[in-house]
């Protein structure tokens, strides 16, 4: 007989299916692989949608994050976690504001500046291509002038973009008009007349990007219009037998996955900022999520794309699992920042949701012991979906996060775990270090994989620290990145950046930019405690990725940003030096275009502005990123 969930679950399906649309559909010609166009089983209703038309009603327009979501200070002076979206949201965080007094020095007392709302004074005049905007009004296409629609898409999330919002500097460049495509046919009219009438385009989904790749140049005389993809979010059809699905390529995450879930389904693709980061984002900057293990990278999960670019659009015309047909033009897709196009829709993996998922974590006497542990478990490629190693910065951060003890009962037993990892086991507490999990699939399977998993970590004097602890480490994930914006309040800079680079390379390289942050924090007269953390995120057979935490006092410093930006480009440097990449999934936008010679040769730079040179002859898409 069925179970209960199996019953739930074709009832939602049901229902969906009920909701279909019965409209007309693009459909990929198929003619180099088949005879026949791919069957579309069925199309979705879409649910509740993150990111509205007007977005800063819903999300902050100079932070991270939901405007209801954030960390402050109650009656009593102890942070809490404002908002009710998240597991931490309503709680009590009793140690966080003395590990912030002794990681960075923050003093409640000392604050800093930012502006409350808009001075749209501020804002330059648009500048108006009369063509296009009469083009758009003919067609249907929604547009805007309006300042605040221009100024909430005029930047990213990187920590000088918000440290200048907050201080009501609303730069000197702003897009001139916005405009807001509903379906692939308006991306396909809204470049063809950019083309015919010469206006720049720059395209934006959920606006997280950290490397300047949606900030309008400044020198740039044409009107520049941004792309609001994040009204093109629909899932267009679902094959459950060839477990594929056509996506507009504006969704959101977390709203692609819920969707998904309706139908048992899923593509396991989640980045830190799945939350808000759209699909098109994703696959614009080759992004990589915390369960790549299982479901892999972005690059994994693309089967099919259609890039709409100046010289038409750029797709294959098969929906095969694989071809062999000369270079892959998804190859020119994946990675191009916006610069060559606008992606309208993916075809991508989908899988049936896991029907066993479990947390779990490994506490290791140092650094040094989980990375060699994470090592071995990549080779035996037994790694579970998630596996991500912080090291002791992070891990004593992780524990000033605890919410508040609700009982006495539960206080004591985190005192006998701490007594029996530290007098017992002989663990020092400022040089252990913790790495979280999450094993996903069959029962069987997630069996099979905690074994081999804590069977190795023993080898590396790994001792397991329990389900709770592996839970709230990857659900903090997504509330850490609110962080940034206390710090903002307290005079506090911060930033995460990250890298890949061979197992060989892994310890040292996090050694070396740890210490070479520090010398360079003093080189620029930081007063205060420096935060420089790291932790592995992603693991692969011949390497890993890892993500650096830099934050520091700014108090005493002349330009904060310069000093700022001197650390990060000091970091990266030595990132470089020592065997690293330019980036694993950020991408390079225009904050890293100058390191892009010491990562790719001059004949691989000539090759990709070639292609430029062909798809975009007039730099229609003249963000300037990448080369």
Same mark, same amino acid.
């Given at each position: 007989?069925?179970?209960?969930?199996?019953?739930?679950? !074709?009832?939602?399906?049901?229902? &969906?299916? !009920?909701?279909?649309?019965?409209?007309?559909?693009?459909?990929?010609?198929?003619?180099?692989?088949?005879?026949?166009?791919?069957?579309?089983?069925? /199309?979705?209703?879409?649910?509740?949608?993150?990111?509205?038309?007007?977005?800063?009603? &819903?999300?902050?327009?100079?932070?991270?994050?939901?405007?209801?979501?954030?960390?402050?200070?109650?009656?009593?002076?102890?942070?809490? @976690?404002?908002?009710?979206?998240?597991?931490?949201?309503? $709680?009590?965080?009793?140690?966080?504001?003395?590990?912030?007094?002794?990681?960075?020095?923050?003093?409640?007392?000392?604050?800093?500046?930012?502006?409350?709302?808009?001075?749209?004074?501020?804002?330059?005049?648009?500048?108006?291509?009369?063509?296009?905007?009469?083009?758009?009004?003919?067609?249907?296409?929604?547009?805007?002038?309006?300042?605040?629609?221009?100024?909430?898409?005029?930047?990213?999330?990187?920590?000088?973009?918000?440290? =200048? $919002?907050?201080?009501?500097?609303?730069?000197?460049?702003?897009?001139?008009?916005?405009? @807001?495509? =509903?379906?692939?046919?308006?991306?396909?009219?809204?470049? !063809?007349?950019?083309?015919?009438?010469?206006?720049?385009?720059?395209?934006?989904?959920?606006?997280?990007?950290?490397?300047?790749?949606?900030?309008?140049?400044?020198?740039?005389?044409? *009107?520049?219009?941004?792309?609001?993809?994040?009204?093109?979010?629909?899932?267009?059809?679902?094959?459950?037998?060839?477990? %594929?699905? *056509?996506?507009?390529?504006?969704?959101?995450?977390?709203? =692609?996955?819920?969707?998904?879930?309706?139908?048992?389904?899923?593509?396991?693709?989640?980045?830190?900022?799945?939350?808000?980061?759209?699909?098109?984002?994703?696959?614009?900057?080759?992004?990589?999520?915390?369960?790549?293990?299982?479901?892999?990278?972005?690059?994994?999960?693309?089967?099919?794309?259609?890039?709409?670019?100046?010289?038409?659009?750029?797709?294959?015309?098969?929906?095969?699992?694989?071809?062999?047909?000369?270079?892959?033009?998804?190859?020119?897709?994946?990675?191009?920042?916006?610069?060559?196009?606008?992606?309208?829709?993916?075809? /991508?993996?989908?899988?049936?949701?896991?029907?066993?998922?479990?947390?779990?974590?490994?506490?290791?006497?140092?650094?040094?012991?989980?990375?060699? *542990? $994470?090592?071995?478990?990549?080779?035996?490629?037994?790694?579970?979906?998630?596996?991500?190693? /912080?090291?002791?910065?992070?891990?004593?951060?992780?524990?000033?996060?605890?919410?508040?003890?609700?009982?006495?009962?539960?206080?004591?037993?985190?005192? %006998?775990?701490?007594?029996?990892?530290?007098?017992?086991?002989?663990?020092?507490?400022?040089?252990?270090? +913790?790495?979280? $999990?999450? @094993?996903?699939?069959?029962?069987?399977?997630?069996?099979?994989?905690?074994?081999?998993?804590?069977?190795?970590?023993?080898?590396?004097?790994?001792?397991?620290?329990?389900?709770?602890?592996?839970?709230?480490?990857?659900? =903090?994930?997504?509330?850490?990145?609110?962080?940034?914006?206390?710090? @903002?309040? #307290?005079?506090?800079?911060?930033?995460?950046?990250?890298?890949?680079?061979?197992?060989?390379?892994?310890?040292?390289?996090?050694?070396?930019?740890?210490?070479?942050?520090?010398?360079?924090?003093?080189?620029?007269?930081?007063?205060?405690?420096?935060?420089?953390? *790291?932790? +592995?995120?992603?693991? #692969?057979?011949?390497?890993?990725?890892?993500?650096?935490?830099?934050?520091?006092?700014?108090?005493?410093?002349?330009?904060?940003?310069?000093?700022?930006?001197?650390?990060?480009?000091?970091?990266?440097?030595?990132?470089?030096?020592?065997?690293?990449?330019?980036?694993?999934?950020?991408?390079?936008?225009?904050?890293?275009?100058?390191?892009?010679?010491?990562? +790719?040769?001059?004949?691989?730079?000539?090759?990709?502005? !070639?292609?430029?040179?062909?798809?975009?002859?007039?730099?229609?898409?003249?963000?300037?990123?990448? +080369?």
């Amino acid at each position: 007989m069925a179970s209960d969930d199996d019953k739930k679950r !074709s009832s939602k399906r049901m229902e &969906v299916l !009920s909701h279909h649309l019965h409209t007309e559909k693009r459909i990929l010609d198929c003619t180099l692989c088949s005879k026949e166009k791919p069957k579309i089983k069925h /199309m979705l209703k879409p649910g509740s949608r993150t990111i509205p038309r007007k977005r800063e009603e &819903v999300i902050k327009w100079n932070g991270w994050g939901y405007n209801d979501s954030k960390f402050a200070l109650n009656e009593k002076g102890e942070v809490v @976690f404002t908002g009710s979206r998240y597991k931490l949201s309503g $709680l009590t965080l009793p140690l966080l504001r003395q590990w912030m007094t002794s990681s960075i020095g923050i003093n409640i007392d000392e604050t800093s500046f930012s502006v409350k709302g808009v001075d749209t004074s501020k804002i330059p005049e648009p500048i108006i291509n009369q063509q296009f905007k009469d083009y758009m009004a003919e067609e249907g296409i929604e547009f805007s002038s309006d300042p605040i629609d221009r100024l909430v898409r005029s930047h990213g999330h990187t920590c000088d973009e918000l440290f =200048l $919002l907050r201080q009501g500097d609303v730069g000197k460049r702003l897009p001139d008009v916005v405009v @807001f495509p =509903l379906k692939h046919d308006d991306v396909v009219k809204i470049v !063809s007349s950019a083309t015919k009438n010469n206006v720049c385009l720059i395209p934006i989904g959920g606006g997280t990007s950290v490397t300047w790749a949606l900030i309008c140049p400044e020198n740039e005389k044409r *009107c520049v219009v941004m792309v609001d993809m994040t009204q093109m979010n629909r899932i267009l059809w679902v094959d459950e037998q060839n477990l %594929l699905a *056509c996506v507009e390529a504006g969704i959101v995450g977390q709203d =692609l996955e819920r969707d998904l879930e309706n139908l048992g389904l899923c593509t396991g693709h989640e980045p830190d900022s799945m939350e808000f980061s759209s699909l098109g984002g994703w696959v614009a900057t080759r992004a990589s999520g915390m369960k790549k293990n299982i479901y892999g990278n972005i690059e994994d999960l693309v089967v099919h794309t259609s890039m709409v670019t100046p010289k038409g659009v750029l797709e294959k015309k098969c929906l095969a699992p694989r071809v062999s047909a000369g270079p892959d033009l998804h190859e020119f897709i994946l990675g191009s920042e916006g610069t060559l196009g606008i992606i309208s829709e993916v075809t /991508m993996r989908i899988r049936p949701l896991p029907k066993c998922k479990k947390y779990g974590s490994i506490i290791f006497p140092d650094f040094e012991h989980g990375v060699d *542990c $994470l090592r071995e478990i990549a080779r035996k490629r037994c790694a579970p979906a998630s596996i991500r190693l /912080m090291d002791n910065p992070q891990f004593r951060f992780g524990q000033a996060l605890k919410p508040e003890t609700e009982s006495l009962f539960s206080s004591f037993i985190d005192g %006998l775990k701490k007594f029996y990892v530290t007098l017992v086991k002989g663990y020092d507490p400022t040089n252990m270090c +913790v790495a979280t $999990l999450l @094993f996903e699939g069959d029962a069987e399977v997630v069996e099979q994989q905690e074994k081999a998993v804590y069977q190795i970590a023993a080898q590396f004097s790994g001792m397991p620290a329990g389900e709770d602890n592996g839970q709230r480490g990857y659900m =903090l994930t997504f509330v850490i990145a609110y962080l940034r914006d206390v710090g @903002f309040d #307290y005079e506090v800079v911060s930033e995460s950046f990250e890298t890949s680079a061979p197992w060989d390379r892994i310890k040292d390289l996090c050694r070396n930019v740890k210490e070479r942050v520090a010398h360079e924090c003093n080189n620029q007269g930081v007063k205060y405690p420096v935060l420089s953390t *790291c932790r +592995v995120t992603q693991t #692969y057979d011949s390497g890993a990725c890892v993500y650096f935490y830099l934050a520091f006092k700014y108090r005493g410093l002349p330009d904060p940003l310069a000093s700022y930006m001197a650390v990060e480009e000091a970091a990266r440097d030595e990132i470089l030096s020592c065997g690293g990449s330019i980036s694993h999934h950020h991408g390079i936008g225009k904050l890293r275009k100058h390191f892009v010679p010491r990562s +790719v040769t001059e004949a691989g730079i000539g090759a990709i502005k !070639s292609v430029k040179d062909y798809l975009d002859p007039d730099n229609i898409f003249g963000s300037g990123n990448l +080369v």
